[in-house]
């Protein structure tokens, strides 16, 4: 497989960094691939720009940060802002309508979705955003699948939280079945 | 290797580690950015019927793994250069009363209370010499999770084997970053247990006659027999003395013991060095910036190799000098301004020939840093 870089970023609290540790962990141990996940560590706890960074490959990852990711996703205008930039060429970046704005043009896809404004509509509870944030994701991309997703989050939550969660999945795959990328996600 | 495959934070991986190789007493005050050991410890401990104590500060962890470690148990703690600095003291006494003990400091950035979440390996010399007076010490490292699983059990293994502390020095992208661990089954690497006396009750034991092949029996601290522990010099007794003989006796036994087998405790990764013109030498996360300018430069034809130091006390000049005899060029790859490439320039014939590739700005060294430092010195231009 050609290698995945994706960077997740967002104002602490939406999850971004959980979903970036929740994919990396679904590639390692469902899909038998190689994954390094790192985060920007400072006083970005709650509020201010969250940033986390995920290598996904079939070979050894050595340096583990990511300079130019391709996939890129913002979840807030900050977030936006500050690293839009920092995309590959012909990369995917992934914003929500709610959050963010626009504004310059970047030399990659860009996706954007009513992501929050779907979850909150459908099933009514913003804690799953994050979720429905990487079924998006897999829905464009199919770096892993699904159901690796859902056995994570089976072993890291109680049973009564995989409805919701499955729900939430789902609906971000659904959500980008008409955002799809032309271009194959490389 | 079969085992359960989990995917961790570094200081998780370290904690892994610490239970396979039998710890059973953390003492600890939490500090970024090694705090995630201290805190799967809290309960990863209780479960396994060890003890977990959060002290009031690192002086007082330092002190307390100490007494745990003398009545018998597997002893850590875990801190950063702030806390580090507190715990020289103590590591002196450590090592002048010849006490197992594992020390981890996950490094940020100093002096004082630096950067405390981004990376540096500024601690190198300090880990060697922080503490006062001549002594010898074991300080390991690690790039990858897997290579810090062993190198956190081999810690354990040489504190009991030499009745030393022995530091475990990583570096803030190790400890946070999340990768792949496969965790060995039971028994896939040997442990080292304490060396007990088996003089029973109502014998006189000597706490510091060492036995013929010169290692010297322990006796669980407040268990049958009563001895004396200083940190001042001391007799086989364990009593003060300031008799020279002793003194002096005593001194070149704990940087013997130690210096002498450095072909025992070096361990190292060795990538393509057969060949190469160039050798990188690098340790903890630099190393993976180093193997990835490695990797793409192989791919490039050219020959650069990677010497990865897992240990850093006592410094393996000989396998340095050694595996750089052939090299045109060595570039020392390390987040702080040069403490390993001292050591490298003393153990190779010659010294102008090391450059050293830094990063000092709280910020993981890129392999771009590195080609174009490479560059530079082949005379290519950035």
């Known amino acids: ?186 | 290797m079969k085992g359960k495959i989990k995917f961790v934070q570094g200081n998780e991986a370290c904690v892994e580690a610490a239970m396979y190789a039998g710890l059973d007493f953390f003492a600890g005050y939490p500090i970024t950015p090694s705090t995630e050991i201290a805190e799967h410890l809290s309960y990863r401990l209780p479960q396994q019927g060890g003890k977990f104590l959060q002290m009031e500060d690192e002086i007082a962890s330092m002190c307390a793994i100490i007494g745990a470690s003398l009545t018998g148990h597997k002893v850590m703690t875990a801190t950063s250069g702030p806390g580090f600095s507190l715990m020289q003291e103590a590591l002196g006494y450590a090592v002048m009363a010849e006490i197992p003990a594992v020390i981890v400091n996950v490094q940020r950035g100093g002096p004082s209370t630096g950067n405390p979440t981004h990376v540096s390996q500024g601690d190198v010399n300090q880990a060697r010499w922080g503490t006062h007076g001549d002594h010898a010490i074991i300080t390991l490292t690690a790039s990858s999770h897997q290579d810090l699983f062993d190198i956190t059990v081999d810690a354990f293994n040489l504190a009991e084997t030499y009745r030393t502390p022995v530091i475990l020095l990583l570096d803030e992208v190790i400890g946070h970053m999340r990768e792949k661990l496969v965790i060995p089954e039971d028994g896939e690497i040997p442990l080292v247990k304490r060396l007990r006396t088996s003089l029973k009750e109502g014998v006189d034991y000597h706490p510091y006659f060492p036995r013929e092949d010169g290692r010297i029996p322990m006796s669980d601290f407040g268990g049958v027999h009563r001895y004396n522990v200083t940190g001042l010099y001391h007799d086989m007794w364990g009593f003060p003395s300031d008799n020279p003989r002793l003194v002096h006796d005593l001194i070149r036994h704990l940087v013997d013991k130690i210096q002498n087998d450095r072909h025992i405790i070096t361990r190292c990764n060795q990538y393509h060095l057969d060949d190469a013109r160039t050798i990188l030498i690098a340790y903890g996360s630099a190393a993976r910036s180093a193997h990835h300018v490695v990797e793409t430069s192989r791919r490039e034809g050219q020959r650069v190799g990677l010497l990865e130091l897992k240990t850093l006390w006592p410094f393996p000049s000989g396998l340095i000098r050694e595996k750089c005899a052939k090299a045109r060029t060595i570039i020392v790859v390390e987040m702080n301004m040069g403490q390993v490439l001292a050591g490298v320039k003393q153990a190779v014939d010659n010294p102008e020939s090391v450059f050293l590739a830094n990063r000092i700005d709280g910020v993981l060294i890129k392999p771009v840093d590195i080609t174009r430092i490479m560059r530079l010195i082949q005379g290519r231009g950035v």
């Open chain 1, 1 to 186: 497989m050609e290698r995945s870089r994706l960077v997740f970023t967002g104002s602490g609290g939406q999850g971004v960094i959980p979903a970036a540790i929740l994919v990396a962990e679904a590639a390692v141990l469902h899909e038998n691939l190689n994954a390094v996940q790192s985060q920007v560590y400072g006083p970005a706890a709650r509020g201010g720009a969250a940033r986390s960074d995920v290598i996904i490959a079939d070979s050894k990852i050595y340096y583990p940060k990511v300079t130019e990711p391709n996939l890129l996703v913002c979840l807030t205008q900050e977030a936006y802002n500050k690293y839009s930039s920092i995309i590959r060429p012909g990369g995917l970046l992934l914003t929500d309508t709610k959050y963010v704005k626009t504004e310059r043009r970047v030399s990659a896809n860009q996706v954007e979705l009513p992501i929050y404004e779907t979850v909150l509509k459908k099933i009514g509870k913003p804690i799953v955003f994050n979720i429905c944030m990487l079924g998006v994701i897999i829905g464009l991309t199919e770096i892993v699948q699904t159901e690796s997703i859902m056995k994570v989050l089976g072993s890291k939550f109680p049973p009564a939280l995989q409805d919701i969660n499955r729900k939430a999945l789902e609906l971000g795959i659904e959500l980008c079945i008409d955002a799809r990328p032309n271009q194959p996600f490389t």
